[in-house]
Structure formats: C-alpha cells, structure tokens
C-alpha cells in the first residue's frame, strides 16, 4: 500500500444509514414506550394506523428501539401467538412423515394420521411419492442383495431425492457393505453417544481423573466384576 491509501485509513467513513419502513413511525412508537405502554398495544396501533410491513420485523424494529432508549427488554413471545379453530384438525408434517416411514410392527401407528391419510395422499401427490421411495430404499437395505443399490441409483437419481442419491454415490462402498454384512457399528456408534452424553453433563468442570471415573461407572456398573470401591473417595469440583 501507498502512504496515501495507508493515510486514507484513518478517515472514518460515514454510511448512509439505510431507511426502514418503520421509520416513518419512529416518534410515535417513542412516545409509546416513554408512556410505557404495552409493546403488543404498540404493534396493534402502529399496524391500525397503516403499517403494512412484516409483524416480526415490526417486533424486532421495537424491542432494538426500546433497548436503545429506555434499557427495556421484552420477552420473546408477547407480539401474538398462531393458533387454529377448534373445529380444525391439526395433523403436522412430522407426523405423516413419522407414519409413512414406520415400519416396525411393535410400534402403533398415529390413528389420527392413519385415518386421513387417503385424504392427504388425493392432496399431496408428493407424499405418496415419498413413501413409495421410503419403500424401496426400505426393502433394498434390507434384502441383503447390494447388486440392487445400483438399480435403487439409477432410479431415483434424477427425483426429488437426489441429493441423497449423491450422498450414496460418494459412500457407496460402506454402503453396499451394511446392505450384505450382518455386521454392525450400531454398538459403538451408541457409546459414542452415550460418550458424549456424559462430557455435556459434566459442563467441562471436571478435569480427565473425574471424567474416567465417571465413564467408568456408567459402562461398568452392569458386569458382575464390577468394584465401587476405589470411588468412595468424595469428587468436589
């Protein structure tokens, strides 16, 4: 750099501040706030008034402003809150997902779901589409025959899921090899798991000596050689 670019750093540079579409309301939701008003009495006048914005921005718009000015905070949920009719059945997304991927027999299907489910398939074309492929993805994985993942590939690797296909693409050896091994990571994955469990428990107080006892008798307390005693020293932190 020149010295007169190295020089020119030192000259603060003023921005334009960019107006907003609640700026124009600025003096009114001042006074409010100064009178102490209610914000959601405040969002209702300054949306009767005119204001066609966003509510949520509105809500973000006055909780800075009054922040800024008056040193006052307001709890997330105060601007409204969505609810329907009760004469309206309510059947969320998860739920279908959870009812069209459900293939264990032990575990009771959603009634609700399982009733309407004709209906939201006639509505939604995509979420008969999504279980037919739930159902092959299902049946390949579990038909130990690897020599179908490549069909399973080129069937559904232009469709809605193909990133996915691309993800199998890239790790297509592991793979094949959970679709013919009867072998499993499933035990090491859950101790992992179980693993990392505990460090979030321990909040990183503990120092490693805490940290093996603690694991310790958490994966050992079931065998039968198993020795408590070398832990009753107290463990203060």
Request: glycine share 4%; net charge positive; aromatic share 12%.
């Amino acid at each position: 750099m020149t010295e007169e670019e190295i020089a020119a750093l030192n000259h603060t540079r003023v921005m334009k501040k960019r107006k907003t579409q609640f700026d124009d309301y600025m003096n009114i939701i001042y006074k409010m706030l100064r009178n102490k008003l209610k914000p959601e009495v405040i969002v209702g006048y300054i949306v009767k008034i005119g204001c066609t914005g966003n509510i949520d921005s509105l809500k973000d718009y006055i909780c800075v402003f009054a922040k800024n000015n008056f040193n006052r905070k307001f709890r997330m949920d105060w601007t409204y809150k969505l609810s329907y009719p009760n004469d309206v059945l309510v059947i969320k997304r998860i739920n279908v997902l959870r009812y069209i991927t459900t293939k264990n027999p032990k575990i009771k299907r959603d009634e609700i779901v399982c009733e309407y489910i004709d209906i939201i398939k006639r509505k939604y074309k995509i979420v008969g589409e999504l279980e037919n492929t739930y159902n092959d993805f299902y049946q390949m994985l579990m038909g130990k025959e690897s020599s179908n993942l490549n069909s399973f590939i080129s069937k559904y690797e232009v469709s809605h899921i193909k990133t996915f296909i691309n993800g199998i693409k890239e790790d297509i050896v592991p793979v094949m090899n959970a679709i013919s091994s009867d072998i499993s990571s499933g035990f090491v994955e859950g101790n992992n798991n179980k693993f990392k469990l505990i460090k979030r428990i321990l909040y990183g107080r503990a120092n490693l000596d805490i940290l093996f006892k603690k694991c310790y008798v958490t994966f050992q307390f079931g065998l039968d050689d198993f020795n408590l005693s070398k832990f009753t020293q107290a463990v203060t932190f």
